[in-house]
């Protein structure tokens, strides 16, 4: 059974920082890219960072300079560290685990990031 479980999220004010993880079980971690993923109320869910499967990242615009993803595949687990968060960050941040060429695509059941002074 393929589980991806998100945790850190929380209560932060401007400025602050967050780090959230997703433990990944019941996949060959390594073969997947991991991305993160965010939906504020009333807007489309975004691709906020992504890391493939050989360590490339890549970052949505609005975060750039401010967040860092990195993998750990000896403990099958993604990051995502946030740094000088903004109000407009505020969303709910899903995991997702993506391998193409198998056709293979997770979901986590989201983490909820709020920033608010």
């Known amino acids: 059974q393929v589980q991806l479980v998100e945790s850190g999220g929380g209560l932060v004010q401007p400025g602050g920082s967050l780090r959230l993880s997703c433990a990944a079980s019941?996949?060959?971690?390594?073969?997947?890219?991991m991305n993160w993923y965010r939906q504020a109320p009333g807007k489309q869910r975004e691709l906020v960072a992504a890391?493939?499967?050989?360590?490339?990242?890549s970052y949505g615009d609005s975060v750039k300079g401010r967040f860092t993803i990195s993998r750990d595949k000896v403990k099958n687990t993604a990051y995502l560290q946030m740094n000088s968060l903004k109000p407009e960050d505020t969303a709910v941040y899903y995991c997702n685990a993506d391998w193409p060429a198998a056709r293979r695509n997770f979901w986590g059941q989201g983490t909820q990031v709020t920033v608010s002074s």
């Open positions: 019941g996949i060959t971690f390594s073969r997947y890219s």
């Open positions: 890391i493939t499967s050989g360590g490339s990242t």
